[in-house]
């Protein structure tokens, strides 16, 4: 999750930063650009997983017998 607020902080300050947005909207950009990336990250990217898994092992691109 701090990938998300990492992400945002950056995205909005580039913004700014560019000219492309006045520092006044940095804190609106911040909260819909991290609302964004959490949405992927909690509903979007599970799914992809759940469903690109199987090719990635039936394709032996996985890595097998890993150990922590």
Same mark, same amino acid.
């Given at each position: 999750?701090?990938?998300?607020?990492?992400?945002? *902080?950056?995205?909005?300050? $580039?913004? @700014?930063?560019?000219?492309?947005?006045?520092?006044?909207?940095? /804190?609106? %950009?911040?909260?819909?650009?991290?609302? *964004?990336?959490?949405?992927? $990250?909690? @509903?979007?990217?599970?799914?992809?997983?759940?469903?690109?898994? /199987?090719? %990635?092992?039936?394709?032996?691109?996985?890595?097998?017998?890993?150990?922590?």
């Amino acid at each position: 999750m701090l990938n998300n607020l990492v992400g945002a *902080g950056w995205g909005a300050s $580039t913004l @700014a930063l560019g000219g492309i947005a006045s520092w006044n909207d940095v /804190p609106s %950009i911040f909260v819909g650009w991290l609302i *964004g990336n959490l949405i992927v $990250t909690i @509903a979007i990217a599970p799914l992809l997983l759940r469903y690109i898994t /199987p090719f %990635i092992q039936k394709a032996r691109l996985d890595v097998r017998k890993y150990r922590v």
